[in-house]
């Protein structure tokens, strides 16, 4: 371990949005980060990654270490996952060929239960984390990143060999630094679940309100009637968040909603799933947080009106 | 009242879809009806008004008794108005107009309390009614209309000069008399309200997700998705009407959900406001009913999320 703990081998499966910008801040402060591509592998090869960040200026990974199968990857320390939910269940090979025996798998994406599917197909060895990126990022291209604002990452423990408390909070943090290292704020979270309701509160209303109004953050923000349903939206994943056991920080609703209106014109990752025909992220970020505050009794008819519309979208898009 | 009473005299104020059909069947069964037009009253004047009826086949009225100013037509006994509730302020000068003193004028509209603006602008001898019309009825051009399906009209008192309520009944039965006199279905209401309430249960739902997902009839009772949510609607609208006093009866719901089925695909008015960029009548089939609702301390919160998306949509159409 503690050769790896100064400066881990990283591995970014999904070189999305996400995926490439962290790896590329990553791999700027020092980190020795791979990269697997699919249908972008030969564009990332010959010409890298660029980030056009609006914070840290143009940022250029060139050569970047490009790999399009997993076999060809180095052992990786930690492995992070920016993919769609959608496809987490097919990744399990790929990660397993490019982790090494006790590596950490982070998987960067939103909404709750997320690791749920990959789990059962992973060693008992790998230790398996939930990454929380509150950023606005976006792909422009093979290799193309537009990085408009934030970045921070909240970083929780899912499952793995570690049982303690203590020690998974040790794995954590060494998460966190990973980031922080990068230059990028990053909290360790003492409990997971707790990080993804506290994401949901953002992702409800505007990954749905994007595709459902056709809007980016900026005309959501400008109407008067799109407030008042952001509103709602956030109050019911605050009272949803509640009944199943986690109390979101009076105040946070608020702080996010202010926070968006301060930020340069975002079009969630929805909506570009939606642009492109690909299939939405409803289970994750509607279905199973409804289906969890149900169980605790807990009715949300405008998250649940919300999922609905979305669901009939979604069918007829793809 | 006599000889109005076995032939009134019949204006039709307004003679799109919702006139139009009616006014042609009411001229067919031998009324002498009147069509007050504005922007088609020279191609309504030349070739009259054509109703594609697939309930009654090809209807033609060649001529029409077309007029561009209310003060050219004669003083009717029944005023039938098929507007938009959005122009009812603007319509008393041309009622008061083409209006016997004392007249009935029937507004055949949908949403609740679409009186209201009207009622104070005209003579306390106008006597004024509503009507629910339970049609598929669309406008494909200048005196062109097209019926699909169904037809039935249900009638209730507003307000007026008579106030004793058996006197009230029989002029509402008059209303429906004319409509059943032309082979439409027509009931009398004992209570308008409760009759705009339970037409609601109809229009919340399937007006607004017409718009909100660009989506027919059949398309919205094809998918499970958007049948929940239809659902959903109906029962808080049911739900709104009893805390209003209302009671809908039990099955009611349930009926016109499944007559929706067997419907043909059917795109409602609002759908057709929207692709035209006309303002939606939100007023009347939203903002009212909820407001009424809260004043009894009922919230819906599903269709308060419809109305919030559909405003959002309004202002950016229009």
Redesign the interface.
């Known amino acids: 371990m503690s050769e790896t703990v100064s400066k881990p081998v990283v591995g970014i499966i999904g070189t999305g949005a996400i995926g490439g910008f962290y790896g590329v801040m990553l791999a700027r402060a020092g980190f020795d980060v791979h990269f697997l591509l699919r249908s972008e592998f030969s564009a990332v090869a010959e010409r890298g990654l660029q980030v056009n960040s609006a914070v840290h200026g143009p940022l250029t990974l060139d050569p970047a270490n490009a790999y399009c199968v997993a076999e060809d990857m180095p052992r990786c320390d930690w492995l992070l996952v920016g993919t769609k939910t959608t496809s987490n269940a097919g990744l399990a090979p790929a990660i397993i060929q490019a982790a090494k025996p006790d590596a950490k798998v982070l998987l960067l994406q939103n909404g709750l239960d997320v690791e749920d599917n990959l789990r059962p197909l992973l060693p008992d060895s790998l230790h398996l984390l939930g990454g929380l990126c509150l950023i606005c990022v976006n792909r422009d291209g093979p290799g193309q990143i537009t990085h408009q604002a934030l970045g921070a990452v909240n970083v929780g423990y899912h499952s793995g060999p570690v049982i303690d408390e203590a020690a998974r909070m040790a794995i954590v943090e060494e998460g966190a630094g990973l980031f922080r290292a990068a230059g990028i704020d990053s909290q360790a979270m003492a409990n997971l679940h707790q990080a993804r309701w506290q994401k949901l509160v953002w992702n409800i209303p505007y990954n749905g309100l994007s595709v459902?109004?056709g809007?980016g953050t900026a005309?959501?923000m400008a109407?008067?009637?799109?407030r008042?349903?952001i509103q709602?939206l956030m109050a019911e994943v605050v009272q949803g968040a509640k009944a199943c056991g986690y109390e979101i920080a009076p105040g946070y609703a608020e702080y996010l909603f202010s926070m968006t209106e301060k930020m340069p014109d975002y079009w969630p990752s929805m909506y570009h799933d939606f642009l492109h025909k690909r299939p939405l992220e409803l289970e994750a970020i509607y279905a199973r947080p409804l289906a969890a505050a149900k169980a605790a009794g807990c009715e949300l008819?405008?998250i649940?009106?919300?999922?609905?519309?979305l669901?009939?979208?979604d069918?007829?898009n793809t």
């Open positions: 459902l109004l809007a005309a959501l109407d008067a009637d799109s008042t349903s709602a008819p405008r649940e009106a919300l999922y609905r519309h669901g009939f979208i069918r007829r």
